[in-house]
């Protein structure tokens, strides 16, 4: 029992430390919840759904990031979100999106999705994170919920 014990400490240890190797020197804060859009403008049921989840985690106290993927990556040029309404309930998710940045939310780009997407990094809202693939595992492994909006 003890040695079971003493393994699933060290491993835990461990499994803090690479993730604190990974987040070395970054930008980017771990979050209680994250949110990861893949879809981008085509689909603007998915941008508000992830919007309107990503604040409501903030209004409940977690800390929060909307990862943004594939062709999500759309919306990290700066006013990417202004301008879409789906309707009612749903307000307009710019607006949304504002409240989710003041109130302390994350937004992170997959770099490589980038690229892929002819995006460069000048283009980026200089409010957001550009991570790699190691971020991106430790983000989502790290939080305690998440929200996959494909």
């Given at each position: 029992?003890f040695c079971d014990q003493l393994?699933?400490?060290?491993?835990?240890?461990?499994?803090?430390?690479?993730?604190?190797?990974?987040?070395?020197?970054?930008?980017?804060?771990?979050?209680?919840?994250?949110?990861?859009?893949?879809?981008?403008?085509?689909?603007?049921?998915?941008?508000?759904?992830?919007?309107?989840?990503?604040?409501?985690?903030?209004?409940?106290?977690?800390?929060?990031?909307?990862?943004?993927?594939?062709?999500?990556?759309?919306?990290?040029?700066?006013?990417?979100?202004?301008?879409?309404?789906?309707?009612?309930p749903f307000k307009e998710?710019?607006?949304?999106?504002?409240?989710?940045?003041?109130?302390?939310?994350?937004?992170?780009?997959?770099?490589?999705?980038?690229?892929?997407?002819?995006?460069?990094?000048?283009?980026?809202?200089?409010?957001?994170?550009?991570?790699?693939?190691?971020?991106?595992?430790?983000?989502?492994?790290?939080?305690?919920?998440?929200?996959?909006?494909?």
């Amino acid at each position: 029992m003890f040695c079971d014990q003493l393994t699933d400490l060290l491993s835990a240890l461990w499994h803090k430390e690479v993730t604190k190797s990974i987040l070395k020197g970054e930008n980017m804060q771990l979050s209680e919840f994250v949110v990861t859009l893949f879809t981008g403008k085509a689909n603007q049921n998915n941008i508000t759904v992830a919007a309107v989840m990503g604040l409501n985690a903030l209004k409940q106290g977690l800390s929060a990031t909307i990862l943004l993927m594939v062709e999500a990556v759309e919306f990290s040029v700066p006013d990417a979100t202004k301008g879409i309404d789906i309707g009612a309930p749903f307000k307009e998710v710019g607006g949304i999106w504002e409240q989710f940045m003041e109130m302390g939310g994350q937004v992170c780009i997959c770099d490589a999705c980038l690229t892929h997407n002819g995006f460069t990094k000048d283009q980026i809202d200089k409010r957001y994170e550009i991570i790699g693939g190691g971020e991106v595992i430790a983000l989502l492994s790290e939080a305690k919920g998440t929200l996959q909006i494909t």
